[in-house]
């Protein structure tokens, strides 16, 4: 081993505090990258060869009776390859030691074999016989929450009758891979689930006998979904279609790209601060680093060592200490985001996981890393080569500094000498010191950024399901009916206040533009489910015209005043000019409003509902529950304390873990900027410290000056950082904005606290780390050099 | 070790036994442990110090006396032997009680300045003001070495010599009652050498101070009430100079 390389091997051991701090900065960009890169191809490559593998249909539709022959006309529309009728329908089931209805979407597959297209991943078990009534395959999930296996038994209200059903097998579906029940936003494995029964038994169960509900297709390579939508429109019309739709638009997929969308949007910005972070850190430590080796270096080249024999010498010396960053943050990158894809493959249940992340991700963060560092090193190790040998082993000239007009003023005669230290060598480099103050305050802004998600998350629950919602349980009908019916329900034991609702399956059109959206309609003032505003505001509907969401008024192009067509998808399905009376804010969804009474004129029917909100005294929920087992025609039952509780747990699946890891990573940046920050502040001040420890001061007094200025620099950094976490969490919200969902953007005072708090423990731990050395300070030693 | 440093009466040569004592140190030895290898750099050193007495340290380097310098001002322990400043034990004593003793009652100046860069002449002064008991004005200080108009000057913009003579008012704005240089002039030329020792001097006289140098420079010995002659850990030869001669005389 060359001597050279013997002095790298012990320079990293004498660094190898500042080695591992800059190695963790460096990691922590590094590692987040890998884990969110890794995570979104997994997710992307997993549920690519699902939809592959189980032949996951591109076009679907629902009618309200179609007869079988209208297969045969479905495919031969141009570019599709298969055609796979089904009955599907909901139902009530009661499943033994539940208290609460569970809603189960039924599902036919055919009985002579695999289906043609949402074929089942059959976890245990087989598919449902020919000719027998009863057997049934469960969803996964749903077997999972309510502990049903193989050979168990259930029930269900099919078609107004009890019927008891068998599980035969238990399986996932590419169509379910975000199993979510009617009306809800989230999954909620135990009360909603899918069942997969024979087709033939659905049919006679449902009276469909020779006809389907539900069809779905494949399509040829290359073919446009959009243009066959519009081809089965056409075809399905007349037999109840509420409109075809591409597999963009079905309902788990479109959950599931969503979650990509978010991941991508997540992985762009914040680990792209942390890697910046990290450069900008690496590069301040390694020039400082190399600038205190000036006289080595002037003595090596005295020797005859070339400059590029230096420059090697020292390129080496930043390639080991980003290679420990890098290679912590790819280990931490990896496990990170197989541990990440691992709990989405749990949530979105694919029956298996791809989990083989290429190259990219890995090389994109080393590269960045380690061209930060190098530039860093380059111009530190260029400018001491440059310098003549003689020259370069004298040590620099003593700094010039300068008293400032502020250093005249009355209040500043008042500081006594060891302030001045600290505030003459912050104001002596301001880049440098702006520099440190920039990593502590970015760190601080990452927290803000990151933990603004739980603020966020409080405070849809907070608007959306306490403020907002003012029913218990919410009962949903599988068809239109009668307002009578809602009556009826107010007569249910426990009911204290029930409240008529209505959708209306709808395309909203205004000139090229067409969204589907329900129109619902709900009373002028509501009083159990509120129209509600973002602001806090419960919305008045106007005796006519919509009321639309600002998202849908946007997607639409539409303001108040402007006429937008609904053309109905269900009874005559009439097309109406309905001018939009209003719009308000809200943070799910782009919902469309009207007057109940309104919506009923409009349609010409009699006063109808498709749901209706209940407030439900405690004591009798049991009661009420087992009264609405027995009512044939409700399809949904939702709750909405479990709907809040479904919420914070999804939330506590997904986002939140993904959070926390930001949240950790923002903290072992604060820290290894602030160590470091200490650390170089050490180095470069320990002969004066030492020198007033000659002085008769003592050990808390010169610790004073070492933790006065990280301290300083750190109260500098804290207002920065709340302001650009306020800029940072705001560009990410902004970036997270989709059509189901807009994150709210509020910052609770508690988030800012936190994140100063996390900022000036980090200093404090990093200074009281670097205080130890003071005690270890070679008071003679430094006194016989020159400086 | 509250006690204000005392003053003393005119400066003479006289017996130091009718004289108090500043320091006195008995059978001091030094060894420096450096891996398995053993050195010595006191092996005995029987020495007092008069109060007011300026006594001048020579010999050559390795000779030990920035290891007597460094133990009579608190910065270094000794091995074995004893130390006493006024009737204070220096070898009983722990970190804590040596800082307040530098704090309080010596003032060191260096060969190499050790001035703070980015404090000016007078605050590098008011440095030690600021924590001590009975200082003098830091401006004060600095009339004495002589550097009235350059209160307001940072070091990079003095001079050697100056920024040597902030040094000295720096160690001596406490009214320390020893001050201890270790090769104050070794960084300098003659002329401005002979400039700081006339401020040492100067100091001398004034305030009385209990001084110490070291020097490996004979002609300087000729200032000192005593000169000591240190060589392998021991005092070789003391002297004691009948009439001091004014440091403006020196010439090297």
Known sequence: ?787 | MNEPPGTAGPIASGEPGQRALTLRVKGLTKTYRSGEVEVPALRGIDLDLATGELVVLLGPSGSGKSTLLNILGGLDSATSGAAWFEDHDLMQVGDRELTRYRREHVGFVFQFYNLIPSLTALENVALVTEIAAHPMDPAAALEIVGLRDRLHHFPAQLSGGEQQRVAIARAIAKRPAILLCDEPTGALDSQTGILVLEAIEHIHEELGTTTVLITHNAVIADMADRVLVLGDGLIQQERRNPMRRPARELTW
């Open chain 1, 1 to 787: 081993m060359s001597p050279l390389d013997r002095k790298l091997l012990r320079d990293l051991w004498r660094l190898r505090g500042q080695v591992l701090a800059i190695g963790m900065v460096i990691a922590s960009g590094v590692g987040l990258l890998v884990m969110s890169l890794t995570a979104i191809e997994a997710l992307q490559e997993t549920a690519d060869a699902y939809y592959e593998r189980y032949r996951f249909a591109q076009v679907f539709a629902r009618v309200k009776r179609a007869p079988e022959y209208m297969a045969d006309r479905l495919a031969a529309i141009e570019g599709v390859q298969s055609v796979e009728t089904r009955v599907v329908r909901n139902a009530v089931l009661d499943v033994a030691g539940f208290e609460e209805p569970v809603i189960g979407q039924l599902v036919s597959v055919p009985e002579d074999g695999e289906p043609l297209l949402n074929r089942l991943a059959m976890r245990q078990g087989r598919y449902p016989r020919l000719g027998a009534q009863d057997e049934a395959v469960l969803s996964e999930p749903f077997a999972e929450a309510h502990r049903l296996g193989i050979g168990d038994q259930l029930r269900a209200v099919i078609n107004g009758r009890w019927r008891e059903l068998k599980v035969v097998g238990i399986a996932l579906s590419p169509e379910y891979v975000y199993t979510i029940g009617p009306g809800a936003l989230m999954p909620d494995d135990r009360r909603f689930g899918v069942l997969w029964l024979g087709h033939e038994a659905l049919q006679s169960a449902f009276d469909l006998d020779g006809a389907f509900n539900d069809v779905s297709l494949g399509l040829l390579r290359g073919t446009d979904p959009e243009h066959v939508v519009d081809r089965v429109d056409g075809l399905l019309a007349r037999y109840g279609s509420i409109g075809a739709y591409a597999r963009a638009d079905q309902l788990s997929n479109w959950f599931l790209m969503n979650e990509i969308t978010q991941l991508k949007t997540l992985a762009r910005i914040l680990p792209t601060v942390f890697l910046a972070v990290a450069a900008f850190l690496t590069n301040m430590v390694l020039a400082r680093l190399v600038a205190v080796e000036r006289s080595e270096i002037g003595l090596l080249k005295a020797f005859g060592y070339s400059n590029a024999a230096i420059a090697w010498h020292y390129v080496k010396l930043v390639l080991v200490i980003s290679a420990v960053g890098i290679g912590l943050g790819w280990f931490a990158g990896y496990w990170l985001g197989l541990y990440n894809t691992t709990m989405y493959a749990d949530f979105y249940r694919f029956p298996f996981l791809l989990y083989r992340p290429g190259p990219a991700p890995f090389a994109a963060a080393a590269a960045a890393s380690l061209v930060a560092a190098l530039l860093g090193t380059i111009s530190a190790v260029r400018g001491a080569a440059m310098l003549p040998p003689a020259e370069a082993m004298r040590p620099p000239a003593p700094p010039l500094f300068r008293r400032s007009r502020l250093s005249r003023l009355a209040l500043s005669q008042a500081l006594d000498q060891p302030t001045r230290i600290v505030l003459r060598q912050v104001a002596r480099w301001p880049l440098r010191s702006f520099v440190t103050s920039a990593g502590i305050g970015l760190a601080v802004a990452v927290l803000i950024s990151s933990m603004q998600w739980l603020d966020a998350i409080d405070h849809i629950v907070d608007v959306y399901f306490l403020q907002a919602q003012g029913q218990d349980v919410t009962v949903g009908f599988a068809e239109v009916r009668s307002a009578d019916v809602a009556r009826g329900l107010g007569r249910l034991p426990g009911v204290m206040t029930t409240e008529p609702m209505r959708a209306v399956p709808a395309k909203l059109r205004s000139g090229p533009r067409v969204e589907r959206e329900a129109v619902q309609g709900v009373p002028a003032h509501q009083e159990l489910q509120h129209v509600y505003d973002a602001t806090g505001q419960s919305v008045d509907l106007p005796p006519e015209g919509l009321v639309i969401s600002t998202m849908l008024a946007e997607l639409l192009g539409v303001a108040p005043g402007d006429k937008v067509t609904i053309e109905v998808q269900e009874g005559r399905r009439p097309v109406l000019e309905v001018p939009v009376a209003a719009t308000f804010e809200t943070y799910i969804g782009s919902p469309a409003y009207m007057e109940i009474g309104a919506l009923n004129r409009l349609m010409r029917e009699p006063p109808s509902v498709t749901g209706v909100h209940l407030r439900v005294d405690p004591r009798r929920r049991a009661q009420l529950f087992r009264e609405l087992k027995q009512i044939p025609q409700v399809s949904s039952v939702s709750l909405r304390d479990a709907a809040v509780q479904t919420f914070h747990e999804t939330m506590a699946k997904t986002l939140l873990i993904y959070v926390s890891f930001f949240i950790v990573f923002a903290c072992a940046l604060a820290f290894g900027v602030t160590y470091n920050a200490a650390r170089i502040a050490l180095s470069e001040r320990s002969r004066e410290l030492a020198t007033l420890r000659v002085l008769g001061f003592t050990r808390a007094e010169i610790s004073y000056i070492l933790i006065g200025e990280t301290g300083l620099l750190t109260l500098l950094a804290l207002p920065l950082g709340v302001a650009c976490g306020y800029v940072l969490a705001m560009t990410i919200v902004r970036g997270f904005d989709t059509e189901l969902f807009r994150v709210p953007f509020v910052i609770e005072a508690a988030t800012y606290g936190w994140a100063i708090l996390v900022g000036v423990f980090a200093t404090a731990a990093s200074v009281l780390l670097v205080r130890r050395r003071l005690d270890q300070l070679d008071l003679i030693g430094v006194l016989k050099t020159r400086e």
